[in-house]
């Protein structure tokens, strides 16, 4: 893929990092963008990026002016990945608060849809057409009590980018989604004590949690010419947690 170009929303965190590094790898000029830019510059430089810039997915200008810098310093857009998203502490359906609710749809799914907006415009602009990955969860599989706002944004992302990929085939636009499982990451360690963590383990039939670039890989999988005929699915790197294993959670 060397010389296209690819912008990578959320990149500044882990699974983010290493979607950078993958698609540096592939030949790509990547721009990362984050709600914290300075941790972004810091993905770009370490990576062998090409420059960051601010976005909140959550405000509409912001993605706007996000997507348009980053397009004008890649002098346009052919990949496009959106890890932008929030869970939240457990929390049963009727004890959800509006702001708690419409934080984790808010970011989720509207803010995807904003993302999407931005880089399917731009995109169309230079009329090559492209390749669009969502970096959903499980989630979009199952529901998790406790997290219904979480899973109801994952779930609708799936429709999201089927509706997407329907829309934009004819352009050469093709929108796909990743749905990992559990990830290995520092965040998920510093909030789950090892004995959950090993639960976590054992409800995924290959007995492990994700790496990060088990995940990238399938991103850069999707954006890639050898996807050239892949457009609204939605692939789980899972490791067979979906296959059935789920309701291990809950015992």
């Given amino acids: 893929m060397s010389g296209r170009t690819a912008l990578v929303v959320g990149g500044a965190g882990a699974i983010g990092r290493a979607c950078v590094e993958v698609l540096v790898r592939d030949g790509l000029r990547v721009v990362v963008a984050d709600l914290d830019r300075d941790h972004a510059e810091a993905v770009a430089e370490q990576a062998g990026g090409n420059?960051?810039?601010?976005?909140?997915?959550?405000?509409?200008?912001?993605?706007?002016?996000?997507?348009?810098?980053?397009?004008?310093?890649?002098?346009?857009l052919d990949v496009a990945v959106n890890l932008a998203g929030v869970g939240g502490p457990p929390v049963r359906l009727h004890e959800y608060d509006d702001e708690s609710?419409?934080?984790?749809?808010?970011?989720?799914?509207?803010?995807?849809?904003?993302?999407?907006?931005?880089?399917?415009?731009?995109?169309?602009?230079?009329?090559?057409?492209?390749?669009?990955v969502l970096v959903s969860s499980v989630g979009a599989g199952v529901g998790f009590a406790g997290a219904a706002a979480y899973s109801t944004s994952k779930h609708a992302l799936t429709g999201l980018t089927r509706s997407a990929a329907l829309e934009y085939g004819v352009d050469g636009i093709r929108v796909n989604a990743v749905a990992p499982g559990f990830v290995d990451t520092e965040f998920l360690r510093a909030r789950?004590?090892?004995?959950?963590?090993?639960?976590?383990e054992g409800a995924h039939p290959l007995g492990r949690l994700a790496t990060v670039e088990e995940v990238a890989a399938v991103v850069s999988f999707l954006a890639s010419p050898a996807a050239a005929f892949v457009t609204g699915s939605c692939y789980g790197v899972d490791g067979g947690f979906l296959a059935g294993n789920a309701a291990l959670l809950d015992r």
């Fill in 101 to 132: 609710w419409e934080r984790v749809i808010g970011v989720n799914l509207n803010g995807s849809f904003r993302c999407l907006r931005e880089q399917v415009t731009a995109m169309l602009g230079h009329g090559g057409g492209g390749s669009i």
């Fill in 51 to 76: 420059g960051a810039v601010a976005l909140d997915v959550t405000s509409a200008s912001s993605v706007r002016a996000g997507v348009g810098a980053a397009v004008r310093t890649l002098g346009g």
């Fill in 192 to 200: 789950r004590a090892p004995a959950e963590l090993a639960r976590l």
